[in-house]
Every structure is written in C-alpha cells, then in structure tokens.
C-alpha cells in the first residue's frame, strides 16, 4: 500500500514538520519506506510518500496520543485529495 500526500506553499519551519513525519513513520511496524519529495519545478511543493506492508499498519500510524500530537497540525495542511493507494493485484 502507498500513500501519498501533498502540500503547498512549504517553507523550511514547515519541511521540517514532515521531516519529523517520516521519521516517526520509519519507526513503525509494518512501515516499508517513507520519504519526503520536493517538486522539482516549484520548492513550495512537496510531497510525502511512503509504502505499508498493508492498509492496516498505515492505519495503525495514525493511532495514538503521540502520532495524533505530531501528524494532525501536519495533516491538516494537506491537499484535500484521496492519498491511499493499492496496486490493483493488492485489491
């Protein structure tokens, strides 16, 4: 399972809310890879992706004081857009 989740109108304060992100994600279980992209033509766009072993542990990271305390305010801040996604043979 991938996600993906982008935001707008980043600057280095906020670069680093989601490099903290990814690196809370590196620590758990079920976690494949996570990382943080810039767009390539435009530096205020930027990108979180990360690969589960299944939609239950990517779940799973969102769960907990400690998770909600650091994911929401960054969260909050992205495009409003579906994030999940499955190969089709993950279906």
Do not use: I, N
């Given at each position: 399972m991938f996600a993906i989740s982008r935001f707008v109108e980043v600057d280095?304060?906020?670069l680093q809310q989601i490099e903290s992100v990814a690196?809370?994600?590196?620590?758990?279980e079920g976690n494949v890879f996570v990382e943080v992209l810039r767009n390539i033509d435009?530096?205020?766009?930027?990108a979180l992706l990360s690969r589960w072993e299944n939609v239950r542990a990517y779940r799973y990271a969102f769960?907990?004081?400690d998770a909600?305390?650091?994911?929401?305010?960054v969260f909050l801040k992205?495009?409003?857009?579906?994030?999940a996604y499955l190969r089709p043979d993950e279906f």
């Open positions: 280095d304060a906020f690196e809370f994600w590196r620590a758990k435009d530096q205020g766009l930027c769960s907990g004081y909600k305390m650091l994911l929401t305010p992205a495009v409003d857009e579906p994030s």
